[in-house]
């Protein structure tokens, strides 16, 4: 199933320029056929083309359904890595998987301190559409880890750092039904003083496994980790 | 720490052409450093330079340690991608997470038919070094299905394929610590005649959970799902 997107539904019923020629010029939609529309906040719209046009393509909302909300919520932070493709291969690998807002911090040992958002949000947008979610991920723009840490709020709080003296796999902090918030450090990991300062805003230390995994791998493991625990 | 890799260790105690480069050209080791060398067989090697030539760095061994055997062998068998860098991305997570062996088949849907195992083995050893692991995951060449279902043997046979009617989640049959194997089928995937081939050789279909995931994204969650089973 092909899916469009238009996050101004249902006010605006036509698809943008790129959608539009997608939808005219790539795979021949005429007026009459039946499309499949997500609006990023939730509901699949069943539609029908009214105005074929090849760069404001019109329809007519037929049925709308709205996505399961999911148990709790997955909140992701994260140090962006140096190489942007592998953030980027990231929020696209955890919008298949299932999150709900990812955020980017500048640690310490970060290496990188700017975030393209529009161009991870094209990912989300691409992502969405193939794994058939309603629901478009919240990204927030970089910030700083004190600042980050001061603004956020979450039932359950993480942070992926082992202590190996109370060794506590991740997966065993997530039996409740609690909105949960991970943070995963950059490459170089996270100093001790800004551990000390997570657990002083309540985080909890988990760890993610035996194997030393790489920044975007263990991100995308604690992903999986959270969507685990509603299955 | 720095792994170099020396897979012919203990018979040979000097380093290849690429490994004495970036031993003593790059990272200027010198003779009486030492060094810490994997030989991709299960064993970590502590040793001494002797010759730091920069195309054959000798040494002498000062310790060995043997990393430690899984709880049982984990296997994943997959229809390969049509875009290779998928491909390579999985072989390397793979390897970061802890996978004993990697076997491709051509399937009805595959749209690739042929792989470059040398290429995919150098993303393997280098996952290896990075994340410190010291036993290489197995890399088989692409078999047909057929034959591939004929000639493979594990203890726990899985097929991701979700059954409606009666949906097991992968997580629930690694309970064991027997071998296990999963295939994770093509963009197409299985057919339902293929699926039946699989039944009748043993393997119970399972489901990965609710989100629909690209062939690679579903392959790194299995291999996930089977690490986790030994935490």
């Known amino acids: 199933m092909h899916l469009f997107y238009q996050s101004q539904l249902p ?3 036509s ?12 795979l021949r939609r005429q007026a009459g056929d039946e499309i499949n ?3 990023g906040k939730g509901t699949f719209y069943k539609a029908k083309i009214t105005e074929s046009h090849p760069k404001k393509c019109e329809f007519e909302i037929i049925e709308t359904t709205l996505e399961k909300t999911p148990v709790f919520k997955r909140h992701l932070a994260i140090a ?17 998987m299932g999150i709900d807002e990812i955020s980017f911090f500048q640690s310490f040992h970060s290496e990188r301190k700017v975030i393209k958002i529009d161009r ?30 001061e603004s956020v709020q979450s039932e359950n709080k993480l942070i992926a750092y082992v202590d190996f003296e109370n060794k506590v796999h991740m997966k065993n902090e997530l039996n409740t039904q609690q909105d949960t918030l991970i943070l995963i450090g950059p490459e170089g990991d996270f100093t001790p003083e800004e551990v000390d300062l997570a657990i002083s805003k309540g985080f909890k230390k988990v760890s993610l496994g035996n194997s030393r995994l790489r920044t975007e791998t263990a991100a995308l493991a604690a992903v999986h980790l959270m969507n685990l625990a509603m299955e």
Chains 1, 2 share one sequence.
Do not use: G, R
């Not at 698809?15 to 790539?26: A, M, P, R, T």
């Not at 991870?120 to 840490?149: D, G």
């Open 15 to 26: 698809l943008d320029q790129d959608e539009s020629k997608h939808c005219v010029k790539v």
């Open 80 to 96: 962006p890595t140096k190489n942007m493709d592998k953030m980027e291969w990231l929020v696209e690998k955890a919008t298949e």
């Open 11 to 13: 006010e605006i019923k």
């Open 120 to 149: 991870l949000e094209k990912k989300v947008i691409s992502a969405m559409k193939q794994s058939l979610k309603a629901q478009k991920p919240i990204l927030n723009e970089i910030i700083s880890y004190t600042k980050f840490l």
């Open 37 to 39: 529309i997500i609006d």
